[in-house]
Each structure stands twice: as structure tokens, then as C-alpha cells.
């Protein structure tokens, strides 16, 4: 009976100040659960913005060197008509050529392409030469074939439909940058500067550029062990590379990833999403004077950037119910010897 009677006095003191304590040790555990989460997702944008932007900036940069290589040649070539004391003949030209190629192993072939009769007056001379085709025009190629570098006269320049390397610089006389296309298994970009006396057009100069170097970037990204699938799409929005797929180089991005937004392209601004499940990151960036942008992409499954805190916040849990436990058990203990002297004084 005297048991029975401090088992009710003790509930219904400490039942009251369990509930409560209960009630707000979870609530503070929740509290932090969901603080800690949203500031897992907070930092995890940031960081990938931060990456994205660093991406964006050394692609930029290493297509950036070959951009201002290529203006520095029109300008050495085109000298042979703007600077009056300068004298450049076609041999020493393809020399030039020849100089930059062995200078940047990235490049696949410098070339250049005159109007008729505009670099030296002599295309009747040269017709059927070495290097020249049955008009004379001076228009030599320069690429690497294998370990060998090879001269031939370009071919197609003056066909409308395809020569639009030639016809838009003449057209617009500003840099232009061609999207990655596939020459002969080389997966490339060709980078023109029209060569302009007094408003008139004389001719280009161009650079052929190797992607592989893009790709070797981009699998030296690695973010969340790997788990971040980063990419640089071009402006015709196909992939320039992807993380450890280089399979999907050329591919149409709709195709290489899924739920793709391509209106992001046409709002050229960074934007970072969620959706289904997926962090998303777009950084565009501008190749030089020809108008193109690029962006560089990162999508990382949120399951991934929210693992760390998860685990933090099921360890968060656990202690929680084990200190809620223990609070109960010190209230009910604390509770009964703090009833037993009113029971040894209470009538039985």
C-alpha cells in the first residue's frame, strides 16, 4: 500500500516534468536537426558556385591563350600590308606558322587565307606550287601528321556553304570561334581572325585546337569523391568534356544528360537549382571577342552533398533519445526519494 501510494506521488510529480523536458530536448534536437540540413545545403551551393567559377575561369583562360596567339599572328601576318616597312614573303609566313605549331602542343594546325591577289599581287606565280593550289591563292595549312609537319593549300574556301571559317569573318570582321566538331577521329575548335587594312578585308589567320586538353582538365576535377558530375557544354549545346566520359564529347546535351534545362542557355547567367534531387550549377563564360558562350556545368545528387550532415544529424538522434532516456530515469530515481519523506510522515 505505502508502495503503491509513492509510485502515484512520484508519477505525479516527475511525469509532468518529463513530458516537458521531453518534449523540449526533442524539440531542440529537431530544431538542429533542420539547421544543420539547410546549412549543409547552403554551404554545399556555395561551394559548388565557388568550383564552377573556378572551372568557368581556367578553361577560359587556357582557350583564352590560344585566342590572343591566334590575334598575335594575324597581326604578324597582316603586318605584310599594315606596317609599310615591313616585308613578309610567303615562305617566311609559313615559317611563322610553322613556329607557332611547334610552340603549343595543343594546336593541330595554323593556317592562313588571302583574297586574290591580296597578299603579294602574285597568285598567277604561284599557281600549281608547292603549298598553292591551281589559283596561287596563299592559303597554306599547317598541321601535324603524326610526328611530321605537313603544308598542303586549304580546300573548300571558297564554297559558301561550308567555308563559313572564311565567309563570316569576312561577312562580320570580328574574332570568331567555331564549336568543337570532329575532323578525321580529332575532336577540335578553330579560332579565326579576319585580317582588316582600312576597313577592307584582306584574308585570316586561324588556329586549330586539340579538346583533348579540356577533357584532361575536367577529369582532374573531382568533387564529393567523384560523385559530382561536372561538364563544359559549348554554345551549339553539345558536350566539350565530361568528368571520366569522354564518350559523351560532341553529344547533344539533351541526350548526354538527363532532364537538361536548355533555357539556361539562353538567359547566360549563373543559376543554381534543385530538382529532382539534384544540385545544379551553370556558369557561363565568353571565348574572347566572337560572341560565344560556354558554361560550365555541375549537377551532384543532393543525397550526396546531404550525407555528412545526415550522419551527423543521426548521431544528433541517437544521443538525443539516450539522453532523453536518461533524464527520465534520473527524474522517476530523484522524484521517489524526494517523495519518501513526505510518505514517512503521511497516516497510513
Known amino acids: ?79 605584310v600590308k599594315t606596317v609599310s616597312e615591313i616585308s613578309l614573303g610567303r ?3 609559313i615559317k611563322i606558322l610553322k613556329l607557332v605549331l611547334q610552340r603549343y602542343p ?5 593556317y592562313t587565307a588571302w583574297e586574290p591577289n591580296l597578299f603579294d599581287g602574285k597568285d598567277s606565280s604561284f599557281a600549281n606550287t608547292d603549298a598553292h593550289d591551281k589559283t596561287g591563292r596563299f592559303v597554306p595549312y599547317v598541321y601535324r601528321n603524326q610526328n611530321d609537319i605537313v603544308i598542303e593549300p586549304i580546300i573548300g574556301y571558297d564554297d559558301l556553304k561550308t567555308a563559313t571559317w572564311y565567309f563570316e569573318p569576312k561577312n562580320t570582321k570580328r574574332e570568331m570561334v567555331i564549336d568543337p566538331f570532329y575532323y578525321q577521329n580529332m575532336y577540335m575548335i578553330s579560332i579565326i581572325n579576319p585580317i582588316i587594312k582600312d576597313g577592307v578585308f584582306l584574308g585570316v589567320t586561324g588556329t586549330d585546337m586539340s579538346m ?17 558530375s561536372i561538364a563544359i557544354l559549348s554554345d551549339n549545346q553539345t558536350v566539350v568534356a565530361a568528368y571520366k566520359k569522354p564518350e559523351l564529347a560532341g553529344k547533344p546535351i539533351n541526350i548526354a544528360f538527363t532532364n537538361f534545362p536548355q533555357e539556361l542557355f539562353s538567359k547566360n ?25 560556354w558554361v560550365a556545368y555541375i549537377q551532384v ?17 541517437i544521443i538525443g533519445i539516450i539522453s532523453v532516456l536518461i533524464l527520465v530515469y534520473g527524474i522517476f530515481y530523484f522524484s521517489g526519494n524526494l517523495t519518501k519523506p513526505i510518505l514517512s510522515i503521511a497516516p497510513l
Open 1 to 79: 500500500m505505502k508502495w503503491t501510494k509513492n509510485n502515484t506521488i512520484r508519477t505525479k510529480i516527475a511525469l509532468p516534468v518529463v513530458l516537458f523536458s521531453s518534449c523540449l530536448l526533442l524539440v531542440i534536437i529537431l530544431f538542429t536537426a533542420i539547421k544543420m540540413r539547410s546549412n549543409s545545403l547552403e554551404h554545399s551551393q556555395k561551394l559548388l558556385l565557388a568550383e564552377s567559377r573556378e572551372y568557368a575561369k581556367q578553361i577560359q583562360l587556357e582557350l583564352g591563350k590560344a585566342i590572343i596567339e591566334n590575334r598575335t599572328l594575324c597581326e604578324v601576318i597582316g603586318s
Open 91 to 93: 615562305e617566311e609566313v
Open 106 to 110: 595543343t594546336f593541330l594546325g595554323t
Open 212 to 228: 583533348d586538353f579540356i577533357q584532361k582538365l575536367v577529369d582532374g576535377f573531382s568533387l564529393y569523391d567523384g560523385n559530382a
Open 269 to 293: 547567367q549563373e543559376v543554381q537549382e534543385i530538382q529532382n534531387d539534384t544540385l545544379r550549377t551553370f556558369v557561363p563564360f565568353q571565348l574572347g571577342e566572337s560572341g560565344k558562350t
Open 301 to 317: 545528387p543532393k543525397s550526396v552533398i546531404m550525407k555528412s550532415s545526415n550522419n551527423v544529424i543521426l548521431v544528433l538522434t
